[in-house]
């Protein structure tokens, strides 16, 4: 079972920027897959940024431009991923969740559909 920690969540003001990490314990199997989703209350979960072991990424279009998702692997046994998150708006304030797979693939559903592991959730609040 694979353990994921965030941190780096918090209160900041529109414009301004907050970075978010992620760090998976250590692993047998590598984590090919790792991602950052978003999920206001009552609302459907959403993809932010994902990166795979290979270096794709991908972005929601609502955050490209502002936030930049990276990858440290080191020998495939414990990752961590950050979430740079500038010119944040009011509208990107949502808990967000870090998630991570093992399965070898480019492809991230948006809802989160197939990610194996799920961190507890960080939230980003973001003031006027």
């Known amino acids: 079972q694979v353990q994921l920690v965030e941190s780096g969540g918090g209160l900041v003001q529109a414009g301004g920027s907050l970075r978010l990490s992620c760090t998976a314990s250590?692993?047998?199997?590598?984590?090919?897959?790792m991602g950052w989703y978003r999920q206001a209350p009552g609302k459907q979960r959403e993809l932010v940024a994902a990166v795979t072991s290979g270096g794709s990424t991908k972005y929601v279009e609502s955050v490209k431009g502002r936030f930049t998702i990276s990858r440290i692997s080191r020998d495939n046994a414990k990752s961590t991923v950050y979430l740079q998150m500038n010119s944040l708006k009011r509208e990107d304030a949502d808990v967000y969740y870090c998630a991570a797979a093992h399965s070898d693939s480019d492809f991230f559903r948006s809802d989160g559909y197939g990610m194996e592991y799920w961190g507890q959730g960080t939230q980003v609040t973001v003031s006027s």
């Open positions: 250590e692993t047998i199997i590598p984590i090919n897959r």
